[in-house]
């Protein structure tokens, strides 16, 4: 991977590894839907007059197909879920489940057939990684957990289609019309549920939490996000969730005072390791031209 890779690869981990502790924050005072509008409705209000000063409405107009459905898969409905997980899951065990994400990007390339040769070891990097779990799964879970799991699960594939809707149908839209057209899609979408559940009182800290959410890892994360795409392509890219991780877990702990479980002392490693390798190795661009244009030799470069 390209130095400009890493770099925004390691940006997205910190951006991504915050908002496990801050939702866990959140939730305990806010209803996961008023929490998704808490989320995108400073982001729109932010975005938009950026759009427009940009002149990018009429790319958002001509996209907004794509873009509505963008917001659906990657912000409506799994951070919805995401939030509602958090309120009887720990934020490490959270963030670790999400490590599936690219194991679900993986099958779905196969699926498409979009790259002609995935390399033994990315295989072997995403192998362990989902060894490590499945330690985790194995270990730390119990009955009562499955029904959270299973929407976490419908998280992962959510954010596995996410990105490559950006890759193949929005890779010509500036990434602040995408982010400010979703977010403000999905906040319009939101604000009955979140009137109807509004909550007596909101603290400072829950306030801050949300704020944070909003502008640093939505606005933020998103915008690099989509450079980090057109850097190393949307299936390397899903690999995030394993770097982001450690940040989570580490915040989860210190913080949170989450327990540090067998489970996690066992199949973090992996996870980390699986990480690696299959960030490691060279990914064939053929066949990608025709979708991602002049930025197909941009997906890897080592």
């Excluded at 057209?181 to 009137?195: E, K, N, Q, R």
Aim: proline residues 5%; glycine residues 10%.
């Amino acid at each position: 991977m390209s130095r400009r890779g890493w770099f925004l690869f390691t940006g997205m981990a910190v951006f991504w590894g915050i908002p496990y502790l801050l939702i866990r924050i959140a939730v305990r005072q806010l209803d996961p839907g008023v929490l998704v509008l808490g989320r995108t409705g400073p982001a729109a209000i932010l975005l938009l007059p950026l759009v427009a000063w940009r002149k990018q409405l009429p790319d958002l107009v001509r996209n907004f197909k794509w873009i509505a459905i963008f917001g659906a898969v990657e912000f409506g409905i799994p951070w919805y879920f995401m939030a509602s997980a958090e309120q009887h899951l720990t934020s490490s065990l959270t963030s670790l489940l999400i490590c599936a994400v690219p194991l679900f990007s993986v099958l779905a390339q196969r699926i498409r057939r979009t790259e002609d040769h995935i390399s033994p070891r990315r295989y072997a990097g995403l192998l362990v990684g989902a060894l490590g779990v499945a330690l985790l799964v194995g270990l730390d879970l119990n009955g009562g957990s499955i029904t959270w799991i299973g929407l976490l699960m419908i998280v992962c594939l959510g954010y596995t289609i996410g990105p490559i809707i950006l890759a193949t149908k929005l890779t010509h839209v500036p990434g602040t019309a995408v982010v400010a057209g979703a977010a403000t899609l999905v906040a319009v979408c939101w604000i009955p549920w979140s009137i109807a559940h509004w909550p007596s009182h909101i603290s400072g800290e829950t306030v801050s939490c949300v704020a944070a959410l909003s502008v640093v890892c939505t606005c933020g994360a998103f915008l690099t996000f989509f450079e980090l795409i057109k850097e190393v392509g949307s299936t390397r890219a899903t690999v995030v969730p394993y770097v982001n991780t450690a940040l989570a877990v580490i915040l989860g702990v210190i913080i949170l005072n989450e327990p540090l479980t067998i489970g996690i002392i066992l199949g973090f490693p992996l996870v980390l390791i699986g990480s690696i390798f299959a960030t490691s190795s060279k990914v064939s661009t053929k066949g990608l031209e025709p979708i991602l244009g002049a930025d197909a030799n941009l997906v890897i470069n080592e």
